[in-house]
Nanobody, 117 residues
Framework: QVQLVESGGGLVQAGGSLRLSCAAS????????MGWYRQAPGKQRELVAD???????NYADSVKGRFTISRDNAKNTVYLQMNSLKPEDTAVYYC???????????WGQGTQVTVSS
């Protein structure tokens, strides 16, 4: 079992920044990835960025150059630094942990990010 605790969401003006954090605990050993997804009202959940425990990253085209994902493996925590935020970034952001061998996923509760015009 894997437990995920998210923090860092909030309300910011366009052009501002936020840093999301997700701490994982439990059975977190082995080859895995941690990532951030988001879901806006009326839209499908989409990948924002993810990173493996050996450092391979992947970003959605819409956030490249603005968002940065990173991991602190000693703390079992993944971060999403979000800069130059746009109203289109408004969504609930979810942390995900995935065991890349077993293929099973665990999700956090989600944290609201709202960007005002």
């Amino acid at each position: 079992q894997v437990q995920l605790v998210e923090s860092g969401g909030g309300l910011v003006q366009a052009g501002g920044s936020l840093r999301l954090s997700c701490a994982a605990s439990g059975s977190i050993f082995g080859i895995n990835s941690m990532g951030w997804y988001r879901q806006a009202p009326g839209k499908q959940r989409e990948l924002v960025a993810d990173i493996t425990n050996y450092g391979i990253t992947n970003y959605a085209d819409s956030v490249k150059g603005r968002f940065t994902i990173s991991r602190d493996n000693a703390k079992n925590t993944v971060y999403l630094q979000m800069n130059s935020l746009k109203p289109e970034d408004t969504a609930v952001y979810y942390c995900k942990w995935r065991n890349l061998v077993r293929g099973n996923d665990y999700w956090g509760q989600g944290t609201q990010v709202t960007v005002s015009s």
